[in-house]
């Protein structure tokens, strides 16, 4: 009797365990068949394919409802404090996950995104008119804790693996790899044809900063590996470019000069921050002793 009991026990418990989303960590499973929706209530209930990369707008969209949920510690030291980059917002996505080119943040305030949810207007107010542009090329500046000697030709195949079997990029994506061995940089070219629709570069480049930073979407929490030339690289910070079939509209003189449309730039390591927010505070003690 009692291991009947077990039993079920041990087929319940595998069954909902197999219930979950491969590409998502935070998404909310059940049933049988086991259906897979994202944890906010976009109007309807959001449907996923975990068989593939959730789209970058629905992870912003459950991010956000994420942060929210949660009073955290950090951020901003003061009000006029600034970050280079806009931060997440809480995108408007279509039915199949797209962000929609004009974006609002639920505020009056309204500004233009690229098809990787990236800003390139300056902001305006509600009646801001958009149109969709596609991010066509994305490159990687990925900064390495320190190795000796890697070897570029190496390099080259293990980020072409690892971004193939990890986020399932093509191959033949991947145009061009660098490496500043100084400054333990790789830089990673990601380029799509101008006109391709079927793919979005997006889509893996959230996934691979949120593995930097050492918060994995995938469920089963895998952290990425980087092995080359018999070494295991690990990273401490990634910048993100975004170029786009049609340069930006910023009014902004330094930003609309520049030869490559670049856009943003994201996530400092958690320890410049840090320095940052001290820095900051020491400054505001001594202001305060001052006064
Ligand atoms: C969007 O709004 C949230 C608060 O609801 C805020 O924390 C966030 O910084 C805003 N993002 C942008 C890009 O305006
Ligand atoms: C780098 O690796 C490639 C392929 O394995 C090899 O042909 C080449 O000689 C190596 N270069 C150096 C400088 O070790
Ligand atoms: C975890 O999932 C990722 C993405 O699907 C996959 O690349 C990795 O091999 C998996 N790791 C393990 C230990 O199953
Ligand atoms: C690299 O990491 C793997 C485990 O992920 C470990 O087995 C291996 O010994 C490491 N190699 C080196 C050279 O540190």
């Not at 930073?213 to 690990?234: A, E, M, P």
């Not at 009014?251 to 943003?264: D, F, N, Q």
Request: with cysteine.
């Amino acid at each position: 009797m009692k291991s009947v009991v077990l039993l079920l026990v041990v087929f319940a418990v595998e069954a909902s365990a197999q219930c979950t989303c491969v590409n998502l960590l935070w998404a909310k499973c059940e049933g049988t068949p086991c259906k897979c929706y994202l944890p906010v209530q976009t109007p309807n209930r959001q449907l996923l394919d975990c068989t593939k990369l959730i789209p970058k707008c629905f992870l912003m969209k459950a991010e956000m409802a994420h942060i929210q949920g949660k009073r955290r510690l950090g951020g901003k030291p003061v009000e006029t404090a600034i970050v280079d980059n806009d931060g997440i917002y809480d995108p408007d996505c279509t039915s199949t996950g797209q962000f929609r080119p004009k974006q609002c943040n639920n505020t009056e305030e309204c500004w233009c995104v690229n098809s990787a949810g990236v800003r390139r207007s300056d902001k305006g107010s509600k009646d801001i008119q958009c149109e969709e542009v596609e991010t066509y090329w994305i490159r990687l500046d990925l900064k390495h804790t320190t190795a000796s000697h890697l070897n570029l030709t190496k390099i080259k195949t293990t980020i072409e693996n690892v971004l193939q079997e990890r986020y399932k990029l093509g191959k033949n994506l991947v145009k061009e790899v660098k490496y500043d061995e100084q400054a333990n940089l790789m830089v990673v070219d990601i380029k799509k044809d101008i006109g391709d629709r079927t793919q979005d570069l997006s889509h893996m480049a959230y996934y691979l900063m949120k593995d930097v930073k050492g918060t994995t979407l995938f469920s089963n929490g895998s952290k990425l590996k980087f092995t080359t030339d018999g070494q295991n690289v690990s990273f401490e910070d990634i910048i993100i470019y975004y170029v786009d079939e049609k340069p930006p509209t910023f009014t902004m003189k330094s930003l609309t000069g520049g030869v490559i449309a670049v856009i943003v730039v994201v996530l400092l390591a958690v320890v410049c921050g840090l320095l940052v927010v001290y820095f900051v505070r020491k400054r505001e003690r001594a202001m305060n002793k001052g006064q």
